[in-house]
């Protein structure tokens, strides 16, 4: 049988699954799920009645040629580890581990090995997932597999060592952008009397309409500032401000990242 396995069904394996499903990328008897503890199984079951659940990492490694991996990186190489010796050399496994290179990887098993970065947007399918493929993934199965991720948002290969700048981007992005909505926000209350609750909606909107115009438009980030920050007016305080002080924000941001990024799985 040759089944889309998804080992852990946590928020990237059920946000796979409900994906995948939702999407009818697969069908409900394409796709099998292992996971550790058992409510997380009986979750699975109860959302997507008829799905198939394996009882083992193993059994499921037995059925199914698309192993994708979606534990944490520190408990990646056990997994993989555990399931080397029922599989034959001819499976595909996906891998979602920060910091686990391909290499590590490939000397854990024998198959081929693909990296793929999902952004928790996709769960709106949204965002991009980052496909890293290893050499000895074929053009079949480098194809199905990003036909999958595409099924819920776009897809972008990129080599391997531009993966940790991608994933910064694409995957802890939404975390940034969600942070800084949250103290925009939460200033303009604070210096208002606005409503905490109506502030955090007005500005919710007002980041997807500008990521929205930005991308329809095709006009850069710099554009769109000189179109709204007329000589003299608020946006220009407001921009003038940021400008003094964001580049150093932002650059001790993506170095202390860069910097965990480089310790996470080890
Ligand atoms: N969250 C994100 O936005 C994001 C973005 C990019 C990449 N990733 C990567 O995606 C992976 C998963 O992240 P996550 O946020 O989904 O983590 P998570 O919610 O903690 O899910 C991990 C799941 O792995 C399962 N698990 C642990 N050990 C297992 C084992 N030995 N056998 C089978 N299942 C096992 C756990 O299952 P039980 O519930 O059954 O215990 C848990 O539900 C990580 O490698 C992370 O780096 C996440």
Redesign the pocket.
């Known amino acids: 049988m040759d089944r889309v396995g998804i ?7 059920s946000m796979l699954v409900n994906g995948f499903l939702s999407s009818g990328v697969l069908g409900i008897d394409e796709i099998m799920v ?4 058992q409510e ?1 199984m009986d979750a699975c079951a109860a959302a997507w009645p008829g799905i198939g659940i394996a009882r083992t ?1 193993r059994e499921l490694a037995r059925q199914c040629r698309l192993i994708i991996i ?4 520190q ?2 190489r ?2 993989l580890n555990e399931i080397a010796s029922v599989m034959d050399g001819d499976e595909h496994v996906v891998s ?3 910091g686990i290179s391909l290499e590590d990887l490939e000397g854990l098993f024998s198959g081929s090995v693909t990296r793929v ?4 947007t996709s769960a709106v399918g949204q965002g991009t997932t980052l496909v890293c493929h290893g050499r000895q993934v074929g053009m079949l199965d480098a194809l199905r597999a990003e036909g999958l991720f595409s099924s819920i948002g776009n897809v972008a290969l990129v080599d391997e060592v531009n993966l940790p700048a991608a994933t910064l981007l694409s ?1 802890c992005g939404p975390g940034l952008l969600a942070a800084i909505i949250e103290e925009l926000a939460g200033a303009t209350a604070r210096a208002s009397g606005l409503e905490a609750g109506r502030a955090l909606a007005l500005t919710t909107e007002m980041a997807a309409a500008t990521a929205a115009y930005l991308r329809e438009t095709g006009k850069t980030p710099g554009d769109l500032v000189e179109e709204v920050a007329t000589g003299g007016g608020v946006t220009e305080a407001g921009v003038q401000r940021l400008r003094e002080r964001l580049p150093g924000v932002f650059d001790g941001t993506v170095a202390a990242m860069l910097e965990r990024y480089g310790t996470v799985g080890k």
Do not use: D, F, Q
Request: proline share 7%; charged share 15%; net charge positive.
């Open positions: 080992i852990g069904y946590g928020h990237m394996g292992a996971s550790k503890r997380s990492n979606t534990v944490r990186p408990e990646t056990g997994v979602l581990a920060a970065v999902p952004t928790a995957s």
